[in-house]
């Protein structure tokens, strides 16, 4: 996807940490990522563009969404992800203006009034960074529980781990964060009235600019300034004290952390008070600012020095809760779910089962389709500048990958394995490089679930030999997927009958290609909980219904829905049904 990162910040925040840090991850990912800020401290990789936010006047808000529309436009922007009130005010309106998904991060409380009750201004999905967040913009600014998402700060975890405690002669206590606002004054106070300056060597680690009321203290304690290596500061720590990521990472490296924010204090962090310490963000979200007993400060200071290190299970919670690769996974869902909601498009899945080419063929039952319409709809698709994806393409690009800015994805699925499928199909998908998932049963020679219905019975097709199944797997054009043994009815049957006829067919299947299956058909796109537990447990990664399941792809893997195809779907029907908001022009008719 295109994403344009948005932050208005004038010195290195914890927004900006986590932009970067979460956009680094995106762009391994093969995500493109751009930035547009007042300023942009981490490294990063990806286009910066500078746009001087926290300039609030009228004239320059209209400059601010001009810019940004600009932006949108010129790069193709897919959506917009902010980070702040400032930028997430101009990206509204901007995302408004061009129909563009956004999404905003919510780092802090958010100031109450009437206008940002009415406008909340931050697009189609909001993300606190914890529960606190969440709760006030419930409560006080009227944001509908529906449109939040906690999504908490991602942390490259592989880049903080635990070392042996320091020895050192006199214990060091290093406070992270900034000198300005909130934060600056906790600074102050700590220094001022809470820690023995001189019976601790105090460190203060901070990317701000030295204010004139903290001159009083650089000859009792060490003003360390901004650096990239934070885990070695960290590590040479005998008690950490911050909020937010200061927090996380100290924990992540085994440090006795005293959480204290810009609102509460939390206290050293164990298991017990955890839960509350993630909810708050570490002490930085609460009612009030600085709403702390200071005088309760000196004894948790030396409560937290009487440990040589946080607990080990304290370290591995926060590993799990808070590992980059999970948390941009989650974002990457979110991404998904706006972007296909507000656009209201989803790839198109396409159903075919039979091809013929001639009348004798036709059936009854089965839908069919005759091969020189089948030329002309990949004619279409061709012309549309449609690529093909297999589930296996997305088995290792992810479902995200469908949603590519510079490429135009369908999917095509045959449905049973039937002879044509190799004698009439496979020649046209070599002539016009695409590519098909084919669902195979194995445990049959013929269709003898349709020859054998109560009703309308229809006549005998072949069905491929393992050979040709083999050759099929071989032509680089198909993927081969698992279609029960039988083509029955699956939610008809017991728990073992189901496993049976899935497993058996599975392993049937990668028998013959030499391979493993990454996806499975429900016969007739019928299902159960166990239908889906079953594939899942046996390690299909996608599986496939019929007209079951979300409109988007992605919001569940087991249940994906297609498109039918059928004898009489002409070239326009066709056209109509890949132009991506069929299945929701179908499902919402107005």
Same mark, same amino acid.
């Given at each position: 996807?295109?994403?344009?990162?948005?932050?208005?910040?004038?010195?290195?925040?914890?927004?900006?940490?986590?932009?970067?840090?979460?956009?680094?991850?995106?762009?391994?990912?093969?995500?493109?990522?751009?930035?547009?800020?007042?300023?942009?401290?981490?490294?990063?990789?990806?286009?910066?563009?500078?746009?001087?936010?926290?300039?609030?006047?009228?004239?320059?808000?209209?400059?601010?969404?001009?810019?940004?529309?600009?932006?949108?436009?010129?790069?193709?922007?897919?959506?917009?992800?902010?980070?702040?009130?400032?930028?997430?005010?101009?990206?509204?309106?901007?995302?408004?203006?061009?129909?563009?998904?956004?999404?905003?991060?919510?780092?802090?409380?958010?100031?109450?009034?009437?206008?940002?009750?009415?406008?909340?201004?931050?697009?189609?999905?909001?993300?606190?960074?914890?529960?606190?967040?969440?709760?006030?913009?419930?409560?006080?600014?009227?944001?509908?529980?529906?449109?939040?998402?906690?999504?908490?700060?991602?942390?490259?975890?592989?880049?903080?781990?635990?070392?042996?405690?320091?020895?050192?002669?006199?214990?060091?206590?290093?406070?992270?964060?900034?000198?300005?606002?909130?934060? /600056? +004054?906790?600074?102050?106070?700590? @220094? =001022?009235?809470?820690? *023995?300056?001189?019976?601790?060597? %105090?460190?203060?680690?901070? #990317?701000?600019?030295?204010?004139?009321?903290?001159?009083?203290?650089?000859?009792?304690?060490?003003?360390?300034?901004?650096?990239?290596?934070?885990?070695?500061?960290?590590?040479?720590?005998?008690?950490?004290?911050?909020?937010?990521?200061?927090?996380?990472?100290?924990?992540?490296?085994?440090?006795?952390?005293?959480?204290?924010?810009?609102?509460?204090?939390?206290?050293?962090?164990?298991?017990?008070?955890?839960?509350?310490?993630?909810?708050?963000?570490? /002490? +930085?979200?609460?009612?009030?600012? @600085? =709403?702390?007993?200071? *005088?309760?400060?000196?004894?948790? %200071?030396?409560?937290?020095? #009487?440990?040589?290190?946080?607990?080990?299970?304290?370290?591995?919670?926060?590993?799990?809760?808070?590992?980059?690769?999970?948390?941009?996974?989650?974002?990457?869902?979110?991404?998904?779910?706006?972007?296909?909601?507000?656009?209201?498009?989803?790839?198109?899945?396409?159903?075919?089962?039979?091809?013929?080419?001639?009348?004798?063929?036709?059936?009854?039952?089965?839908?069919?389709?005759?091969?020189?319409?089948?030329?002309?709809?990949?004619?279409?698709?061709?012309?549309?500048?449609?690529?093909? @994806?297999?589930?296996?393409?997305?088995?290792?690009?992810?479902?995200?990958?469908?949603?590519?800015?510079?490429?135009?994805?369908?999917?095509?699925?045959?449905?049973?394995?039937?002879?044509?499928?190799?004698?009439?199909?496979?020649?046209?998908?070599?002539?016009?490089?695409?590519?098909?998932?084919?669902?195979?049963?194995?445990?049959?020679?013929?269709?003898?679930?349709?020859?054998?219905?109560?009703?309308?019975?229809?006549?005998?097709?072949?069905?491929?030999?393992?050979?040709?199944?083999?050759?099929?797997?071989?032509?680089?054009?198909?993927?081969?997927?698992?279609?029960?043994?039988?083509?029955?009815?699956?939610?008809?049957?017991?728990?073992?009958?189901?496993?049976?006829?899935?497993?058996?067919?599975?392993?049937?299947?990668?028998?013959?290609?030499?391979?493993?299956?990454?996806?499975?058909?429900?016969?007739?796109?019928?299902?159960?909980?166990?239908?889906?537990?079953?594939?899942?447990?046996?390690?299909?990664?996608?599986?496939?219904?019929?007209?079951?399941?979300?409109?988007?792809?992605?919001?569940?893997?087991?249940?994906?829905?297609?498109?039918?195809?059928?004898?009489?779907?002409?070239?326009?029907?066709?056209?109509?049904?890949?132009?991506?908001?069929?299945?929701?022009?179908?499902?919402?008719?107005?």
């Amino acid at each position: 996807m295109n994403i344009l990162m948005a932050l208005s910040q004038l010195e290195v925040t914890g927004a900006e940490v986590y932009a970067t840090t979460v956009g680094n991850q995106l762009t391994k990912r093969g995500h493109t990522v751009h930035y547009v800020s007042d300023t942009l401290t981490k490294p990063f990789v990806g286009q910066y563009f500078k746009l001087r936010f926290n300039k609030r006047s009228i004239l320059r808000r209209f400059w601010h969404v001009a810019y940004l529309v600009y932006l949108i436009k010129k790069h193709h922007i897919q959506l917009v992800h902010a980070h702040s009130r400032a930028s997430s005010w101009s990206c509204h309106v901007a995302c408004k203006i061009t129909g563009t998904p956004m999404v905003t991060t919510v780092h802090g409380r958010q100031p109450v009034h009437r206008s940002r009750k009415a406008f909340h201004a931050m697009g189609d999905k909001a993300l606190p960074v914890c529960e606190a967040i969440e709760q006030q913009l419930i409560e006080e600014l009227d944001v509908p529980a529906s449109q939040l998402t906690v999504s908490r700060n991602g942390i490259e975890t592989q880049a903080f781990s635990p070392a042996e405690p320091p020895n050192n002669a006199k214990p060091i206590i290093t406070i992270v964060g900034r000198l300005t606002g909130p934060k /600056g +004054d906790l600074c102050y106070r700590l @220094l =001022d009235e809470c820690l *023995d300056l001189g019976k601790y060597d %105090v460190r203060v680690l901070t #990317g701000s600019a030295m204010e004139t009321r903290f001159e009083n203290f650089t000859k009792k304690a060490s003003f360390l300034g901004y650096t990239n290596d934070v885990a070695q500061v960290l590590h040479q720590s005998d008690l950490v004290i911050g909020a937010g990521r200061v927090a996380i990472e100290s924990l992540l490296c085994g440090r006795p952390t005293f959480a204290i924010g810009e609102a509460i204090s939390i206290g050293i962090v164990d298991e017990n008070n955890l839960p509350h310490a993630m909810a708050t963000n570490f /002490g +930085d979200i609460g009612p009030n600012i @600085l =709403d702390i007993d200071f *005088d309760s400060i000196a004894h948790e %200071v030396e409560k937290g020095l #009487g440990h040589s290190s946080c607990s080990p299970s304290v370290t591995e919670k926060i590993r799990d809760y808070y590992n980059l690769d999970n948390i941009v996974s989650q974002l990457e869902t979110i991404y998904q779910d706006v972007v296909v909601s507000k656009l209201q498009k989803e790839m198109p899945v396409l159903m075919y089962h039979r091809f013929i080419d001639n009348e004798a063929k036709k059936g009854t039952r089965g839908p069919y389709i005759d091969i020189q319409l089948f030329e002309k709809h990949l004619k279409l698709l061709k012309r549309m500048g449609f690529e093909s @994806l297999t589930f296996e393409e997305l088995a290792r690009k992810g479902s995200i990958e469908r949603l590519n800015p510079n490429k135009r994805y369908f999917m095509l699925t045959v449905d049973d394995g039937f002879v044509d499928n190799y004698e009439l199909m496979l020649p046209l998908l070599k002539k016009y490089n695409f590519k098909a998932v084919v669902y195979v049963v194995t445990g049959e020679t013929y269709n003898r679930w349709d020859v054998e219905a109560n009703e309308n019975p229809d006549k005998p097709f072949p069905l491929m030999s393992s050979e040709q199944i083999k050759a099929m797997a071989d032509s680089g054009f198909i993927e081969i997927g698992g279609h029960t043994l039988s083509h029955p009815s699956l939610s008809k049957l017991s728990y073992a009958e189901q496993k049976r006829e899935i497993e058996q067919n599975k392993c049937e299947l990668e028998s013959i290609i030499g391979k493993k299956l990454t996806s499975f058909a429900y016969p007739y796109g019928d299902l159960d909980d166990n239908s889906k537990a079953i594939a899942r447990n046996l390690g299909f990664e996608f599986a496939v219904a019929t007209n079951s399941g979300p409109l988007a792809f992605h919001q569940d893997l087991y249940q994906i829905r297609r498109i039918a195809i059928f004898p009489k779907t002409s070239v326009f029907g066709l056209w109509r049904k890949i132009c991506g908001n069929y299945t929701f022009r179908k499902n919402n008719p107005r």
